[in-house]
């Protein structure tokens, strides 16, 4: 797996690619690459101990 930022329309975006290359997941828009990158290193960070919640 392996994350991707791209430009579009004036922000930053990131999306989560498989090995198959198919998106596994995504964000929102971001104003600058720098905050792009940040949110990436947030989910970089998570763990298995992370907890899932069903709402």
Do not use: D, F
């Amino acid at each position: 797996m392996y994350y991707e930022i791209y430009p579009q329309a004036g922000q930053w975006r990131w999306r989560l690619k498989g090995g198959n290359h198919e998106t596994l997941a995504s964000g929102e828009s971001y104003t600058t690459k720098a905050s792009c990158e940040h949110v990436i290193a947030l989910l970089k960070s998570t763990t298995v101990a992370t907890p899932v919640k069903e709402v």
